[in-house]
């Protein structure tokens, strides 16, 4: 049982985890934000597409010139 758990736990320590590479940035176009290099998404936490589709500026612009005409 031991020698099991201490076998796992060496496997993974030894096995290096895939990185994405060291000097990358969010992929919206202002944004600055670095992205670790162990994250594979192409945008940081704030612009990931999940949330940028609900809060897409043209919408909001569109929508709020609606508003005022
Ligand atoms: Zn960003």
Redo the contacts with the bound molecule.
Sequence with gaps: MQDTLRATSAGRARRRPKTYGDER????GE???RLSRYNRET?????SPAKYRRMRGEFTAEYSAKQHS
């Design positions: 940035v969010c992929a919206e944004c600055e934000t945008f940081c936490f704030a612009h």
